[in-house]
């Protein structure tokens, strides 16, 4: 499946679609979506690097991350979209490892 920051990163942008917070709304801080999430501190950080790199919050230095846009619908499309082309990829790539251990497998039965 995809890298848990960007789970995290798609379910806060939900979020903010849903209006659970408004624009210039503080975010929960880091340590507390963390716990929210069932991730470590990093992976929030990164999610919400994903976040800062798409325009919809800021972070201040000592003081947390702001809401500064709320995602258009066409933009979450968009999000899933991506996030289901990575599950696509995920899925080949474990499709061909199963494959492959089952050829040695065989290889290694036909052998006795």
């Not at 917070?21 to 979506?33: K, N, S």
């Amino acid at each position: 499946m995809g890298y848990k920051y960007e789970n995290v990163a798609t379910d806060l942008k939900h979020r903010l679609a849903w209006k659970e917070w408004a624009v210039g709304d503080q975010l929960p801080g880091v340590h507390e979506l963390a716990a929210h999430y069932g991730v470590s501190p990093s992976v929030v950080k990164d999610a919400q690097d994903v976040l800062r790199m798409e325009g919809l919050i800021e972070t201040r230095r000592g003081s947390g991350s702001y809401v500064l846009a709320i995602p258009e619908p066409g933009d979450m499309t968009l999000g899933m979209h991506r996030q289901l082309a990575a599950l696509r990829e995920d899925l080949a790539t474990a499709r061909e490892a199963l494959a492959s251990a089952e050829r040695r497998l065989a290889s290694l039965m036909g052998g006795e």
